[in-house]
């Protein structure tokens, strides 16, 4: 029995030994802006052997991974992958929205208390502070009592902020204009640091104010629709929104720097300052674990101005690839090959431009929101005998109520009940879900899950709706997301690296399993309000 024992003992050490050898000295987590699931196999021909395809066969992917609230947008697409839970839990349920305390819209990011650094702008004044959770990267600076870091970049602050969560030693983001400069705030230090000034004064931004022309021959491309059609945006100062793109006669017209946010080149400035980052920051070279948040988010910019159907957003992925193929190489050099951890995903989808949809009779369309907030108010007063200023606020598909105007919380629930009949027969809209709803009832078939999912008791509204499949409230050309619908709510899932299986699945899992996952593989904790599970089949 003693044997037995001892045996056992020794299995379990082993076990533990080999946990501790597999844990990375760095994990990178990637985000594609707007990624769709589709993206890895529908331009897979182009890729190169290095970069999608290297994750792909030397990793575990998951193919049937989803996002398991609504609504489908940057900023809690972005905080649920690292935070490992919905906006139930985090909180930041938009982008921005409306803030029933005070009456005001509020930006996920922003923060007047803050100053900013590398600009003199407004674009600086940004935080993590209404993020209400924490994050993986959190996490493990408390595990490691602040000895291993993170660093958040991207393109977008919030795509930069809000992964990192409230302990990172520095997030950046990219602000255009005139400047071209990543820049911060003094949330994290009291300047920034001098390879982020050395970077700024290299004018690598202006470097890229060139021609945008196709990687590879346009005609190639057969994977995208035609290079010219009429579901495309396109850049001011050109008729045409078709290949080539001279940027630096165009960017005087779309806002000078800014233009590189909405084309290929994006993604490559923002390696370029990943890659300064883990050189000059030293990620991956202590003792204890680092953490990179890696946001590319010229994909979600290209996917609005050009469609996903585009020759631009096809160019944009074969150009992405490479640039994956870069990131791991210098990884290897830097870290070492076996010493790090990267995961790929996206923080949301996106639908086909609804009128390209329609013209090929898939049914779709386009809603009229401002058309909307007129009717919604004429039935308050025509049939309620309410005064209109009753519907404080709609935004995000969300109805916002005048609490002060209910004498009883029965007056407030008739009055939710009257505007769900109402909407539920208003056209292009498919689903309503009340507060009294989402509160006290069983939301457990899918839709209504996601919206649950999706709802903050103090900071949502009180009526909610979603509109039919491929139903948008936004231009006529373009692509956007948002929905509880397959489009927007797939995504790419692929973790390479120490510590991780080479493999695929295709069981159901969702966007908050990887935070979980990730706090698994380093051994520390769960990030605090973390509601996913374990992907227990990509670890070693």
């Known amino acids: ?103 005001e819209y509020v930006y996920c990011a922003s923060d007047d208390s803050v100053n900013p650094l590398g600009t003199k702008d407004k674009a600086g004044k940004m935080s993590p502070h209404r993020l209400l959770t924490t994050t993986f990267a959190d996490q493990n600076r408390l595990h490691t009592q602040f000895r291993g870091k993170t660093i958040g970049v991207s393109i977008k ?36 640091p001098e390879w982020v000034q050395e970077f700024n004064k290299s004018k690598i931004a202006k470097s890229y104010l060139k021609e945008w022309k196709t990687l590879k021959p346009i005609e190639s491309y057969t994977e995208s629709g035609s290079d010219e059609n009429n579901y495309e945006n396109g850049f001011k100062g050109k008729k045409k929104a078709t290949f080539p793109y001279d940027l630096k006669k165009l960017s005087k017209k779309n806002g000078g720097y800014d233009i590189l946010k909405a084309t290929a080149y994006g993604n490559s400035l923002l390696l370029d300052f990943a890659k300064a980052a883990i050189n000059h920051e030293k990620l991956g070279q202590g003792e204890f674990t680092d953490v990179l948040t890696l946001s590319f988010s010229s994909t979600d910019y290209v996917g609005h101005n050009f469609g996903v159907n585009s020759k631009e957003i096809q160019d944009t992925y074969v150009r992405l690839d490479l640039e994956i193929a870069d990131l791991l190489n210098y990884l290897d050099k830097k870290v070492g090959e076996g010493n790090y951890t990267l995961f790929l995903t996206a923080d949301h989808g996106a639908v086909h431009v609804p009128q390209f949809l329609k013209d090929e009779k898939i049914p779709a369309g386009y809603f009229d929101t401002k058309q909307f907030r007129k009717d919604v108010k004429s039935f308050v007063e025509e049939n309620l005998d309410l005064d209109a200023s009753v519907i404080r606020n709609i935004s995000n598909n969300q109805i916002f109520l005048d609490y002060d105007q209910f004498k009883t919380y029965t007056d407030f629930v008739e009055v939710q009940n009257e505007l769900k009949h109402f909407l539920i027969q208003y056209d292009q809209i498919d689903k309503v879900f009340t507060r009294e709803n989402i509160e006290n009832n069983d939301m457990s078939y899918s839709a209504a899950e996601l919206i649950k999912r999706g709802f903050n008791q103090k900071r949502s509204g009180d009526v909610i709706y979603a509109l039919n499949p491929s139903v948008i409230s936004y231009s006529r050309k373009g692509s956007t997301h948002g929905s509880s619908l397959n489009y927007d709510t797939q995504a790419p899932f692929l973790i390479y690296g120490a510590g991780i299986k080479q493999g695929q699945s295709f ?18 904790a769960m990030p605090n309000g973390a509601t996913g599970h374990v992907i227990i089949e990509a670890l070693k």
């Open 157 to 192: 602050d919030r795509g930069a902020i809000l992964p990192a969560g409230h302990t990172a030693n520095a997030a950046y983001w990219f602000h255009g204009k005139d400047e071209g400069h990543f820049i911060s705030s003094d949330f994290y230090f009291d300047e920034l």
């Open 507 to 524: 069981r159901k899992a969702y966007i908050t399993d990887i935070a979980p996952t990730i706090s698994a593989l380093l051994g520390t």
């Open 1 to 103: 029995m003693r044997k037995i024992l001892l045996l056992g003992m020794l299995f379990i050490a082993g076990l533990n030994l080999h946990a501790q050898n597999q844990k990375p000295k760095l994990v990178v987590g990637v985000v594609v802006d707007q990624m769709r699931f589709d993206y890895l196999n529908k331009f897979e021909n182009h890729y190169s052997d290095d970069g999608f395809k290297r994750l792909k066969s030397g990793g575990f992917e998951m193919k049937n991974l989803h996002f398991d609230y609504v609504p489908t947008y940057t900023a809690p697409g972005h905080t649920s992958v690292f935070t490992g839970t919905s906006p139930m839990m985090h909180g930041i349920i938009s982008n921005s929205w409306f803030n029933k305390t005070n009456g």
